[in-house]
């Protein structure tokens, strides 16, 4: 089992930044490909981000693709979401998720991932 805790949302102006960080405990995430996605009020869950073990391989949503930077310490069993230029439209909860099925692929999809954290708030004011 691995327990993902994300931190560091919050409210910020619109064109501010933000770090959201995620946690592991129970294993180690070097193991695992990564990711970050958020939910809206009214709206689905959508991907964000996305790196693979090694942190060579990253994918982003077209929507966030520029502002937001996804990394990885490994050592330090965590992921964390650089969000840049900030926008009304990207205030959400914002989740980190884990996935076993393969070390080097970067995964999109929701059911790719087998562990989720409790998810931390963005709120983007204009």
């Known amino acids: 089992q691995v327990q993902l805790v994300e931190s560091g949302g919050g409210l910020v102006l619109a064109g501010g930044s933000l770090r959201l960080s995620c946690a592991a405990s129970?294993?180690?995430?070097?193991?695992?490909?990564m990711g970050w996605f958020r939910q809206a009020p009214g709206k689905e869950r959508e991907f964000v981000a996305g790196?693979?073990?090694?942190?060579?391989?990253?994918f982003y949503a077209a929507s966030v693709k520029g502002r937001f930077t996804i990394s990885r310490d490994n050592a330090k069993n965590r992921v964390d979401l650089q969000l840049d230029s900030l926008k009304p439209e990207d205030a959400a909860i914002y989740y980190c998720?884990?996935?076993?099925?393969?070390?080097?692929?970067?995964?999109?999809?929701?059911?790719?991932?087998?562990?989720w954290g409790q998810g931390t708030q963005v709120t983007v004011s204009s």
């Open positions: 998720a884990a996935a076993g099925k393969s070390r080097y692929a970067v995964f999109a999809g929701q059911r790719d991932y087998d562990y």
């Open positions: 129970g294993r180690t995430i070097s193991s695992y490909s």
């Open positions: 790196i693979n073990v090694s942190g060579g391989g990253q």
